[in-house]
């Protein structure tokens, strides 16, 4: 069973521009969460997807978007880059929602805001 | 909201001596789960905890999960330097929603050969 798939694995953008980064999960998950992880910060919350609806959401500005596929592929969206950005984002996949069960892990999107 | 504090920060310590991270919650936890991520790579799922009072053992590793439901620890027995990497804790609060995974910051194990 193929695991869970993040592209890209590293980009490179300036400040102001947008970046979309996308996540497939394990076949038959349908709850896709995403992380940001900054050294020294841990795993910060972003949102959670559940069959295609927004379950629960993280404290962070309105630049950071995201939306789930009928698929239950996931794409997240940061408008207006800021330096503060830069971070690896995970993305994580279960077959409930929340953690109700384990959480299978991407390997990260590394952004880099220069 | 929910915080899940984890100390240390970080450990530095002698293979073979034991090494042990805590994780607090403001909150009681429905369950809590652990996590190892090694130097560039990914989490990857330790194990789960539910009940009240439960420890669970895998080899040399020792999880509890405090009897308030609102702690757990992890301990590792003679540490090897493949145990290095950072461990965190994700709690899941007690309430009707299921409500978003509040990972503690971690802790940083670095193993001296």
């Known amino acids: 069973k193929a695991g869970v798939t993040q592209t890209p694995r590293y980009l490179i953008k300036t400040r102001g521009q947008q970046v979309t980064l996308s996540c497939s999960p394990i076949?038959?998950?349908?709850?896709v969460s995403w992380y940001q992880q900054t050294p020294g910060q841990g795993l910060q919350f972003l949102f959670e997807?559940?069959?295609?609806?927004?379950?629960n959401k993280g404290n962070f500005p309105g630049r950071f978007s995201g939306r789930q596929f009928s698929n239950s592929r996931s794409e997240m969206n940061v408008s207006t880059l800021e330096l503060g950005d830069s971070a690896l984002y995970l993305c994580?996949?279960?077959?409930?929602?929340?953690?109700?069960?384990?959480?299978?892990f991407g390997e990260g999107s590394r952004l880099t805001v220069l | 909201g929910q915080q899940v504090m984890q100390i240390p920060q970080y450990q530095h310590v002698q293979e073979g001596e034991d090494f042990t991270t805590y994780c607090n919650s403001s909150?009681?936890?429905?369950?809590i789960q652990w996590y190892k991520q090694r130097p560039g790579g990914h989490p990857v799922f330790l194990i789960q905890l539910v009940k009240s009072g439960e420890v669970k053992k895998q080899k040399r590793l020792t999880f509890q999960f405090g009897e308030a439901k609102k702690n757990s620890s992890l301990h590792i027995t003679a540490t090897q330097t493949t145990d290095v990497g950072t461990y965190f804790c994700?709690?899941?609060?007690?309430?009707?929603?299921?409500?978003?995974?509040?990972f503690g910051d971690g802790t940083t194990l670095t193993v001296k050969p």
């Open positions: 076949s038959g998950h349908r709850s």
């Open positions: 994580a996949s279960s077959p409930g929602q929340g953690l109700t069960g384990e959480l299978f």
């Open positions: 909150t009681t936890l429905s369950n």
């Open positions: 997807y559940f069959s295609e609806t927004q379950r």
């Open positions: 994700a709690g899941r609060p007690y309430n009707t929603n299921a409500g978003k995974s509040t």
